[in-house]
């Protein structure tokens, strides 16, 4: 008989949200991150676009990419901006990649980094200029730039080694070359983030030619510890240029996935601290770095231990694991789905501020249902704590009205500061009176620059809003509350259940702590008054006494 049971809920005419037993809440504020690739044409663009029906071949499969991981509720993308001495822009300083157009230097007709950013922006998301800082690419991406290239324009800044070129951190003109290429990005596109990739020596340094640069410029240092202070400095000083141009974007990096041997578990040789020279726990406890994405493409005790050492010495600033989804191809390891699922339980139960995919392809792939099951409501970016000033004030309602289908509130705006950009307001709502602005499922529109909102739904009775001020660094500030409704407004649940001799004479309904709210003979529509939106349980007992039939249900949210 239980598979004809046709149960809908709703609450107050609107649509009710139905939380099964084993969900939980997620968090408000996490890094819901993806690494999109350009290199080889992996991610996007996929194909070279040599007419204006290329062009909107490319556009278009960006738009598609988004829009599946605005449904998934990605909030961050990681963009390949530069590639290997090459940039996916116009640029005063490298060549256009070949990627678009097929040829060095030659643009599509638009540009890709300011379309991303706008298309990005249109969802809601995140965009971060990734670059790749030292590699320049093995002898046949370098010839194909020719004359263009770094090798050739500038041979002082380059080292050839096992077969191909990098700039050489050993010298400090490389230090001003990239600051200025960062320069370029932060001050031309309204970027959320600037992440640095490969800000490290090469594998695997045995025989790597820096002998003549150490006896130069060692000062006394041991080789480690100069290489160390070189990487360093390229850190420190494209942190610096950043946060004088703009202090709000947001700087990061990703770190090997091991930072080094543990009391318990060794790194195997393969860390970022001995064996490529990242000193990326010293960067964050010196405060030159935002966020850091360790590259954690492990599993078992390669994984778990060393995304709490991560976390252990994050100092305060963001820690974000990134976990290969393209492990579960079988050309990579296939493993099982639920490994990846452990690793992002696992980072939530660390502490950490999120976790990061490697790449679009493979999360949009192999790993969509699993990341659709981990994330199943969106979340807000983590907040920059740590920069001058303080969250915004609390908005201060200056007027709000309802009818059956729909109500408006309005604000006064928040003074910001002057050289950032504008505050933005979030509105969280609940049925009832109170609403829970910790809640993620309880906001209704987040970053709005007006100072008004319409909300436009079925009939309600109580309704409780919060308007809260966001400033450009993800701070939030106090929340204004003000309810359509009255204390006598009743919360209504309805049901469409078989008929009563089916199923029995009784139903409860309880709330987080066991306490019985509703108790009486089943009918097909409860009343339940004054009582806030949260998460309850109904139960139905055949007229035995035994339980025919239980549900978790999460009452109060307004789709």
Known sequence: MMKHLRAIFFILSLLAVMVPAAQTMLPKYEYRAVWVTVIENLDWPRTVARDSAGVERQKAGLVSMLDSLKALNVNTVLLQTRVRGDVIYPSDIEPFSYLFTGTVGRSPGYDPLAFAIEECHKRGMQLHAWVVTLPLGKDNHVARQGKRSLVRRRRDLCTYYKGQWYMEPGNPAVKDYIVALVKEVVSKYDVDGLHLDYVRYPDRTAGYPDAALYRRYGRGMTLADWRRENITSIARAVYECVKE???????????????GDLTRYSSLGWNAYDAVYQDAQGWVRDGIMDILFPMLYFNGNNFYPFVRDWQENSNGRHIVPGIGAYRLLSEYGGWPQLEIERQISTSRSAGTAGTAMFRAEHLLGCGYGLYEKLHHTKAMLPPISWAK?????????????????????????????????????????????????NDIGNLLVSSLTDTTFNWQCRAFRALTLAVTAVDVYGREGEPSFVTLGSDEDVLVQELELPEQQVWGSRIEVSDIYGRIIYKGKYTRRIGVRGVPGGHYVVRIYDRHGGLAYSRHIKTGQIQ
């Open 389 to 437: 000033g303080a969250a915004p004030a609390a908005p201060k309602v200056v007027f709000a009205s309802r009818n059956d289908s729909t109500m408006c509130v309005g604000w006064s705006s928040v003074k910001g500061v002057a050289a950032e950009p504008a505050i933005r307001y979030n509105v969280y709502g609940s049925l009832g009176n109170s609403v829970d602005v």
């Open 245 to 259: 141009i703009k202090p709000w974007v947001r700087v990061s990096c990703a770190p090997l996935g091991k930072f």
